[in-house]
């Protein structure tokens, strides 16, 4: 056999394995990669050089912008409303319903509403780690969505819950699934956007946590004036917000996207462009396998 088939042989079978040769940076030449192990955004613009128009590189932006800021904005605004909602329900009856379901004195029935407060917030941090391993791990949007989804439920399952026990485990889950969406717009800011860019984003959404009290103010004083005979204005609240974020759930499943690979508003070569746009953070974009050496 001559030296160049068995070469044939060898490169045939390093294809059929598939291992990626690339040149990273020209420090480290040929070294090799399984697939799994490259970026996405690596894998999209493999082979590809070209140099970014800087309106190109503006109107994408803009495009970007058009599509998840709103989207962002919105949801900033829905996870702070519905973090608030114990306060505001504190003045529509809830605290009298605890006092209700509680057959020691007064002083447990306040302390099981502070910790009602607490138990969100508790959830909220042990469950950070897992969340932000399950955003590395899944696509940002689509988990994002099912946790809007299970925290919409559990927000509108505050109305069935007949003693404190179960205002406790759904205000448990609230916090666990909350916990995913600041990490997450995080983690989907810096794929769309370079560093320079990332700070006035993110102070958008952050700006929508005044919204959220204003707004939420409204809706509090419509649930107050709510009069049935089954259901306090407190409940009310809680079905009204809970249903305004299964709205937002439906709406990130279809719209909110996991990465600029994928975005479903951007053409085959507007998605190369928006990667080659932040190549400048030197973060890559999106890649699912783990490296216990890092």
Known sequence: MSSAGSYDEKADAKDAAGVVVSEIGGKHPHVAFSGAQVDTAAQLVAGQEFELDPQEALRIRKKIDWHIL???????????MD??????????????????????????????????????????????YPQNLALQRFPVGKWMSI???????ALCCHAACVNFAGLFVVRLILGMCEGSITAGFMIVSSMFYTRTEQTLRVGYWFLMNGTAQIISGFISFGALHIHTPNFEPWQWLMIIT???????????????????????????DERAKAVQRI???????ENKHFKPEQ
């Open 70 to 80: 709103p989207l962002m904005c919105m949801l900033y605004w829905v996870q702070f």
């Open 83 to 128: 973090k608030t909602t114990l306060g505001s329900s504190s003045i529509l009856g809830i605290r009298q319903f605890i006092s209700a379901n509680t057959v020691s004195r007064r002083a447990d029935s306040r302390r099981r509403y502070n910790w009602l407060g607490t138990i969100f917030y508790l959830s909220y941090l042990v469950f950070e």
């Open 147 to 153: 946790n809007i989804f299970i925290w919409g439920i």
């Open 242 to 268: 809970g249903a305004i974020t299964l709205c937002n759930a439906t709406a990130y499943w279809f719209l909110f996207p996991d990465s600029p690979t994928t975005a479903w508003f951007l053409t085959p």
């Open 279 to 285: 190549k400048e953070n030197q973060t890559g974009v």
